[in-house]
């Protein structure tokens, strides 16, 4: 899915949030950036929906590997997101209110794929793991 728009951003964190279980998570990758030597992308953004608590976790991994910082309660307690149908764990202390997890999303697509200032980051020490 190629996203031009807000409305195309709203309308993919709508399709992650009413979507199967096994696809609450979706992965960006701009266009108005480098590619790496080898002709891959030089970032990749993560974002996953949790329709029912209303909240989600953004990842951008560039040089370093960052995750969103919430407000949510439960340091050290784990949650499953699922990228193409694979589970990946996130620490809950990620998880960002639905809101916020549009508006990074579309600053992301407005700021030609630049980490987006409006949500707080953590530095993670690694890619998201498997569940």
């Not at 953004?45 to 919430?70: A, C, H, P, W």
């Amino acid at each position: 899915m190629a996203i031009y728009s807000s409305e195309d951003v709203d309308e993919m964190i709508d399709y992650l949030a009413s979507g199967e279980e096994s696809e609450t998570m979706a992965a960006l990758y701009s266009k108005q950036r480098e590619l790496l030597s080898s002709g891959f992308p030089d970032h990749e953004f993560l974002v996953g929906v949790n329709e029912e608590r209303q909240v989600g976790i953004v990842s951008f991994i560039d040089d370093k590997n960052y995750l969103s910082t919430g407000v949510l309660e439960g340091q050290g307690e784990e949650v499953v997101y699922h990228f193409v149908g694979n589970p990946r764990e996130f620490s809950v202390s990620a998880e960002i209110p639905l809101p916020l997890v549009r508006e990074a999303v579309k600053e992301f697509l407005l700021s030609g794929g630049r980490k987006p200032a409006c949500i707080e980051w953590q530095e993670e020490s690694g890619h998201a793991r498997d569940a």
